[in-house]
């Protein structure tokens, strides 16, 4: 279960690095990230300067 977890938090970083580095931070949409990622929108964070920062960390 704990694999799964960690390779589902793995997609989402790389999905939002991904779209940042390709559309930069106001262009990219939380939307794109969820779908790239296999997830549905309201599973993801926050919001977009969440997910964002905790990626890039």
């Not at 960690?6 to 106001?26: D, P, T, V, W």
Request: aromatic share 8%; glycine share 6%; no cysteine.
């Amino acid at each position: 279960m704990e694999r799964l977890r960690l390779a589902a938090k793995e997609n989402i970083r790389n999905a939002a690095i991904k779209f940042s580095m390709k559309q930069g931070y106001h262009a990219t949409f939380i939307s794109e990230v969820a779908n790239e990622a296999d997830l549905m929108k309201g599973s993801l964070y926050k919001g977009k300067e969440e997910l964002l920062s905790t990626s890039f960390n």
